[in-house]
């Protein structure tokens, strides 16, 4: 199994640099290799494969969804997906599969605690759903910013081609889940569990997963990540 990080170098490679760091250092499950999919990376020399995509579609979204297909189409192989400001702050030896809430609850509640974002996310994320949900109906939303475990990677492309249109990452997830447990996905749903991305109000991290809105709130922790990576 590999790890998969869809990357466009918008401000700089820093998360991404301690995005890898912590997976080396606290990740226990056996992978096979780290591919960097989409902007050029030179500082990783012989640690990760980088596939450069240097075609972009026109929103992040859309963006991320293509980098996934390309790896899909390109490699094929099962893989953990994540985001390059997703950070291990302790030692795992599983990726559990945590869904949020329904989709409509969750349009409904998006990012509301952080006002300077909250306008423009919830007016893209929520006319997303409500398309979304006139077309597949109203079920789990996965979108928990944690690793997530792709065993079927077919099944990932499909959902991607049903749900790529100026489409949120909660549906391309979810919709992925939806699929897979009509083919026995593998993995278990514990329990309902709140979004693990930084808020500003609180100002906590979290364990065993962590992550950030944008560059200035990494740039709050950056001290602490680097401890913990050095630890």
């Given at each position: 199994m590999n790890i998969v990080i869809p990357f466009r170098n918008t401000c700089g490679t820093d998360e991404l640099d301690m995005c890898i760091k912590l997976i080396k250092k606290n990740l226990k499950i056996n992978y096979d290799n780290i591919y960097i999919i989409g902007d050029e990376v030179n500082q990783f020399k012989d640690s990760v494969i980088n596939i450069v995509v240097n075609e972009q579609k026109y929103n992040k979204w859309l963006d991320s969804n293509f980098l996934v297909k390309t790896y899909i189409e390109t490699i094929g192989n099962p893989f953990i997906l994540f985001n390059d400001d997703f950070f291990l702050t302790?030692?795992?030896?599983?990726?559990?599969?945590y869904y949020f809430d329904t989709?409509?609850?969750?349009?409904?509640?998006t990012y509301?605690?952080?006002?300077?974002?909250?306008?423009?996310?919830?007016?893209t994320y929520g006319l997303n759903i409500d398309s979304f949900l006139k077309r597949f109906g109203n079920f789990e939303n996965y979108e928990v910013h944690i690793p997530m475990i792709i065993d079927y990677p077919s099944v990932m492309y499909e959902a991607i081609e049903q749900c790529n249109v100026n489409d949120c990452p909660a549906l391309k997830r979810s919709m992925y889940i939806k699929l897979c447990e009509e083919k026995n996905f593998s993995n278990t749903i514990v329990?309902?569990?709140?979004?693990?991305?930084?808020?500003?109000p609180l100002r906590v991290m979290q364990y065993p997963f962590f992550s950030l809105t944008d560059r200035a709130e990494f740039d709050v922790f950056r001290?602490?990540?680097?401890?913990?990576?050095?630890?």
């Open positions: 302790e030692n795992i030896d599983t990726i559990p599969c989709l409509q609850n969750r349009s409904l509640t509301i605690i952080n006002e300077k974002i909250n306008k423009l996310r919830l007016s329990e309902i569990k709140h979004d693990v991305k930084f808020n500003e001290d602490t990540l680097e401890e913990i990576a050095k630890q």
